[in-house]
C-alpha cells in the first residue's frame, strides 16, 4: 500500500502533512505516557515484527502493492495512537532508508496505514470483543480501510491535478482505484492480516505477557 513519490499532488502533500503533524504531536504524548520498562520491549518488539511483515509487498495494477501491515495488534493490544506512531516511525524508516514508499507521500502512507488503520481496527475490536474472533474482523478490518484511504488519495489525483485532461501524477480515476486496492485487501490482504492479528494476539495472551 506504499505510494511512492511522484504519485500525488503538492496540494494533497501539503494538506497530508497538515494533519498528520498535529496527530503526531498527540500520538507522541500519548506513547511517552505508557512507556516504561515493561511496555517498551513489547512494543519495540512488535514494531519490529510490523516492519518485517511489510517488507514482502506484492505488487498491484497501478503502481502500488499490498502486504501485511501489524497496527491493528498494536492497537489493541495498547492503544491507537502509540499504533500509530509506531506504523509511522516503521513507514519513516522504510522509505528513507529502503525507498519503500516516498518522503513526500510520507504522510498520506502514515494517515493511511497508522492512524486509519489502528483506530478502525481498535474500535472493530472493542465492538465485539467479547467474541474469540474479535482480533479477526479488528485486523481485516483495520485493513481494508487502510486501503479505502489509500485508495481515496490516489483515485481523486486526476480531479486535483491535470494538463490538458491530462492527469499529472496518479492517472486511474477513483473508481477503477477503488475496485483495485480495496478488492484485493479485502479478499487477500484483509484476510493475512486477520490471520496474522489473530494468531500474535492469542499467542501473547496466552503467554501472559499483556493484559487486555
Known amino acids: ?24 504531536m498527540i500520538g507522541f504524548k500519548k506513547l511517552k505516557e505508557q512507556l516504561n520498562e515493561e511496555t517498551l520491549p513489547l512494543i519495540g518488539a512488535l514494531s519490529a ?73 481498535y474500535y472493530t475490536f472493542v465492538a465485539l470483543k467479547k467474541y474469540r474472533f474479535a482480533p479477526f474482523i479488528a485486523g481485516w478490518a483495520g485493513m481494508v480501510a487502510s486501503s479505502a484511504a489509500i485508495a481515496l488519495f490516489l483515485g481523486i489525483q486526476p480531479l486535483l491535478w491535470s494538463e490538458g485532461g491530462k492527469p499529472l501524477n496518479f492517472p486511474f480515476d477513483l473508481q477503477t482505484t477503488f475496485v483495485a486496492l480495496v478488492g484485493s485487501h479485502a479478499l487477500f490482504f484483509g484476510v493475512v492480516e486477520g490471520i496474522f492479528t489473530a494468531l500474535v494476539y492469542r499467542f501473547l495472551q496466552n503467554k501472559k505477557e499483556v493484559l487486555v
Open 1 to 24: 500500500m506504499h505510494i511512492p513519490d511522484g504519485y500525488l499532488s503538492p496540494a494533497t502533500v501539503i494538506a497530508s502533512y497538515a494533519v498528520t503533524i498535529p496527530l503526531w
Open 49 to 121: 515484527l510490523s516492519f518485517i511483515v511489510m517488507m514482502f509487498n506484492i505488487p498491484i495494477p497501478g503502481g502500488t502493492s499490498g502486504h501485511a501491515v501489524g497496527a491493528v495488534l498494536i492497537a489493541i493490544l495498547f492503544n491507537p495512537w502509540i499504533a500509530s506512531i509506531a506504523l509511522s516511525l516503521v513507514l519513516l524508516i522504510q522509505a528513507i532508508v529502503f525507498g519503500d514508499g516516498g518522503v513526500s507521500t510520507f504522510g498520506v502512507n502514515a494517515l493511511s496505514m497508522g492512524f486509519v488503520g489502528s483506530f478502525v481496527g
